[in-house]
């Protein structure tokens, strides 16, 4: 049973360019959620995807857009990049309601120089 | 506003001793509480959960946490603590909205285990 993949591992971009994440749900899953996390930080939601919709949005600019397919994968897509957008973007996966655990990735380090 | 706060940036613990871990939530409602680990260069691991029940919480690798409701408090536990511990630990509470769930994480805390 695998688990919840991303890719890639690692990335660096420059100042306003453009970036695309992706994310394998673990099997079963149906629900994606981002999250980014700055160095010696927690952890911080971005937005959450269920049935091809965005269901949340945590506090991040509309730069932070994203897309569930069919088969429940996503992307996260980051335009216009700054540099503190540098950070592990984890992807976490669960089903959609109820009081389902979330299960994350390995993240991709996005670095922006 | 819902928050988790880990008042212990770095904690350092010889190897067998007993650790505790603090976490401080802030919510509105019943909380869903968690804890995960993270290794570094690593995405998170889940130790253990807290729904509803038991207060008391059992998870992998010989951790525990206690859900105090009167305190605000999940902290986490481990009678004897082993190098492999090393890593950061977050707590994290499950927010509700729309019917699912997102996760307020506190800001963590770095174990260091000394041989």
């Known amino acids: 049973d695998a688990g919840v993949t991303q890719s890639p591992t690692h990335l660096i971009k420059t100042r306003g360019q453009q970036v695309t994440l992706r994310c394998s749900p673990k099997s079963g899953h149906d629900t994606v959620s981002w999250y980014q996390q700055a160095l010696g930080q927690g952890p911080q939601f971005i937005f959450q995807y269920y049935e091809e919709e965005e269901r949340q949005r945590g506090n991040f600019p509309d730069r932070f857009s994203g897309h569930q397919f069919p088969n429940y994968s996503s992307e996260l897509n980051v335009n216009a990049l700054l540099l503190g957008d540098s950070a592990l973007y984890l992807c976490?996966?669960?089903?959609?309601?109820?009081?389902?655990?979330?299960?994350f990735g390995p993240g991709t380090r996005l670095l922006v120089l | 506003a819902q928050s988790v706060t880990q008042p212990d940036i770095h904690i350092t613990v010889s190897e067998g001793a007993s650790l505790e871990l603090r976490c401080n939530y802030s919510?509105?409602?019943?909380?869903?509480l968690f804890w995960y680990v993270q290794s570094p260069g690593q995405g998170l691991q889940l130790l253990l959960k807290?729904?509803?029940?038991?207060?008391l919480v059992q998870g992998i690798k010989g951790f525990e946490a206690e859900f105090k409701r009167s305190q605000s408090s999940f902290n986490l536990r481990k009678p004897s603590v082993h190098w492999s511990d090393a890593a950061e630990y977050f707590c994290a509470v499950g927010a509700s909205a729309s019917g699912t769930y997102k996760y307020i994480f506190g800001t963590g805390t770095r174990l260091k285990v000394l041989a």
């Open positions: 919510y509105g409602a019943t909380p869903y």
């Open positions: 976490a996966s669960t089903f959609y309601g109820g009081r389902e655990t979330q299960y």
């Open positions: 807290y729904f509803s029940g038991d207060t």
